[in-house]
């Protein structure tokens, strides 16, 4: 597994269902990661690519529905910022003009910069907890 995307005590949420769905976002980008850099063709980073948007997806309407069951201050926001993720990553698996080593780098580069702080940040802070030192990805 790559450690860039390996599961950390820190990165708890104190919800178990909101914490298995991030370390299984984990460990997606790890596969992903571990296809990319092994060299295993367009097709299994395609596969890779297909199972980290239906599982951003999913999560994502899943973690919602919790923060709304909570009445979390900050639910409209963090639904906007996920809309924002989404977007941003369907148009990174759509986006082909890039080339694909381009594509491979720009893909895994949105997890560490963009996915790992949103789950390490910006959900600690909607569940009320401070986001700890050297969790931003």
């Not at 005590?9 to 092994?38: F, I, K, M, N, W």
């Not at 923060?67 to 993720?85: K, P, V």
């Not at 996915?115 to 569940?127: G, K, S, Y």
Request: glycine fraction near 8%; aromatic fraction near 8%.
């Amino acid at each position: 597994m790559d450690a860039r995307f390996a599961w950390k005590p820190a990165y708890e949420t104190g919800d178990e269902r909101v914490d298995r769905q991030h370390q299984e976002l984990l460990v997606l980008g790890g596969l992903l990661s571990e296809a990319v850099e092994c060299g295993l063709g367009e097709e299994v980073v395609d596969e890779a690519v297909q199972a980290l948007l239906d599982y951003v997806d999913y999560h994502f309407r899943d973690e919602e529905r919790y923060m709304r069951s909570i009445a979390c201050d900050l639910f409209q926001a963090h639904c906007r910022e996920h809309r924002h993720l989404a977007a941003e990553l369907s148009a990174l698996a759509e986006d082909r003009d890039l080339g694909f080593s381009r594509f491979e780098h720009e893909l895994l580069k949105w997890l560490e910069t963009r996915l790992i702080p949103h789950m390490t940040n910006d959900d600690m802070q909607a569940f009320g907890l401070k986001p700890r030192p050297g969790c931003g990805g």
